[in-house]
């Protein structure tokens, strides 16, 4: 009797949702070039060889596929390359659905170079990163040169202006800051249409392994001085840094939270442009946005929409949570994950009596970073610093402090620069993270 999975996986060559961009006829001739040159038995073994060290990486990546069957899906493809990669009536990027034995997966098609691998399962933990508002946003594996990146994905009706609205400023802002090192790592975006006419948008994205939430709940869990001084204020500067450019180039965030901050290696960036705007376009609407713990006194009390001093508010409550032990006084009664019996409205009031019994308190100003803290949760915006001016007193604040002296491997004593030191420092600290993770 023969075995169910013996049989190669199908794949449907008719596409369950493809781009709205027309492949170029240029880009399928090249293509099939490519294709027509790999007859010989030569470049079949190479193939088979390059084939073989994919699978190996995909493992290492811990793509959730049995090696058996990636063989058998690698198969599959490379019958049907021309049909899968380069047919002249499917428009590029498109999704294929794949008929593996236990579990149904997606190939998205870049190009005969880029597939990735997609499994579109809201309920599995290893592949699905986030259920939002918004997005979903899943873990993927491109095939052909192995590599996890983050793929969201956000269904954006046709008629329904809000969501038309921050699809668009996801694509305009995550563009724009594309080259600079602050933000998420675009590598491409398109929508995809699917037979109903419904639109998609696709983001994809470098994959990071930690998020600022995670690592602030995990420095908290431990209950450890994990951080020292220096390194919270390199990680302070490496918060406030990107949120000065942002400004700079007249850009409001208006949903500054850990969970929108990215993190790997040393690199911190921001992602979630949806609420972003241009202040200095007249279009603007000033509109009350953001996530309720995070979000400025004239924002909940609805007196002022989103400005540049509400984002150093949200951004002053992140440091709060970087430097404090303990949580802002009313972080937790607007936390919306918390269940009460108290309405969000009475929630909300008590809040903005915390806030004011905090602002009445003033600190020293000997304490530099207990006073920058008290004026980036100014409840007059007008007394708030600006994003530049908090990214240079938290510089002075580092330049303050006493320097060490660091041998380097042979042992020998060097005075390396301190910024470098404590890079590596944030480095070692965020890897011990991700490994928990995993
Ligand atoms: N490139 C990425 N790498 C790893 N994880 C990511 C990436 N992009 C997003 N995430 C994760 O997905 C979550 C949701 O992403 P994002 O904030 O863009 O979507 P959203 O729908 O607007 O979410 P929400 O409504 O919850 O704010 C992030 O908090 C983060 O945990
Ligand atoms: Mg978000």
């Known amino acids: 009797m023969a075995i169910q999975s013996c049989h190669p996986p199908s794949i449907d060559i008719m ?42 990486k995909l493992q290492l990546l811990k793509a959730p596929i049995a090696v058996s069957e990636l063989r058998r899906l690698f198969n599959t493809i490379s019958i049907d390359k021309k049909k899968l990669c380069c047919n002249p009536d499917v428009q590029y990027p498109a ?51 192995p590599q996890i990146m983050a793929y969201a994905t956000a269904k954006v009706p046709e008629g329904n202006k809000w969501k038309i609205e921050t699809a668009g400023n996801e694509d305009k802002y995550l563009n724009l800051f594309n080259r600079s090192t602050f933000t998420v790592r675009l590598y491409a975006n398109h929508y995809h249409i699917n037979g109903n006419n419904n639109r998609w948008q696709v983001l994809l994205m470098k994959y990071y392994s930690l998020t600022l939430f995670d690592f602030l709940n995990k420095i908290r869990e431990k209950k450890m001085n994990l951080l020292s001084d220096d390194v919270k204020l390199v990680l302070a500067l490496k918060i406030m840094e990107p949120i000065a ?3 700079k180039k007249s850009v409001v ?59 150093i508010w949200s951004a002053g409550c992140i440091l709060w949570l970087l430097f404090s032990d303990e949580e802002y006084p009313w972080y937790e009664l ?15 009031q008590l809040a903005l ?79 011990l993270f991700v490994y928990e993770n995993e």
């Open 245 to 247: 450019y942002f400004h």
């Open 95 to 145: 999704i294929f659905r794949v008929n593996l034995t236990k579990k149904k997966c997606f190939l998205e098609v870049h190009s005969p170079k880029q597939i990735l691998l997609i499994f579109f399962n809201k309920d599995d933990h290893h592949t699905c990163i986030s259920i939002g508002a918004f997005k979903r946003v899943y873990k993927v594996w491109e095939i052909m040169q």
């Open 253 to 311: 965030h208006r949903d500054i939270k850990p969970e929108n901050i990215l993190m790997e290696g040393s690199d911190l960036v921001y992602t979630d442009f949806g609420f972003a705007a241009d202040m200095d376009d007249p279009k603007t609407t000033r509109l009350f946005l953001g996530t309720l713990s995070f979000m400025s006194y004239e924002v909940l009390l609805r007196k002022y929409g989103n400005t540049f001093a509400s984002d």
């Open 334 to 348: 607007l936390d919306e994950d918390d269940s009460d019996t108290l309405s969000t409205k009475e929630r909300i």
């Open 353 to 431: 009596d915390k806030m004011l019994e905090f602002h009445e308190n003033i600190p020293s100003k000997v304490k530099k970073l207990q006073f920058l803290l008290w004026e980036m949760l100014h409840l007059n915006l007008n007394y708030r610093p600006t994003a530049q001016e908090v990214v240079d007193r938290l510089n002075q604040m580092l330049s303050d402090l006493p320097k060490e002296d660091t041998y380097d491997l042979s042992g020998e004593l060097k005075l390396k620069s301190q910024t470098e030191t404590l890079l590596q420092k944030v480095k070692n600290i965020f890897s």
């Open 15 to 56: 596409p369950v949702k493809q781009s709205c961009r027309k492949i170029t006829k240029w880009e399928i001739e090249k293509t099939q070039k490519a294709i027509q040159g790999l007859n010989s038995k030569d470049k079949i073994e190479r193939r088979l060889i390059r084939r073989e060290d994919r699978i190996h």
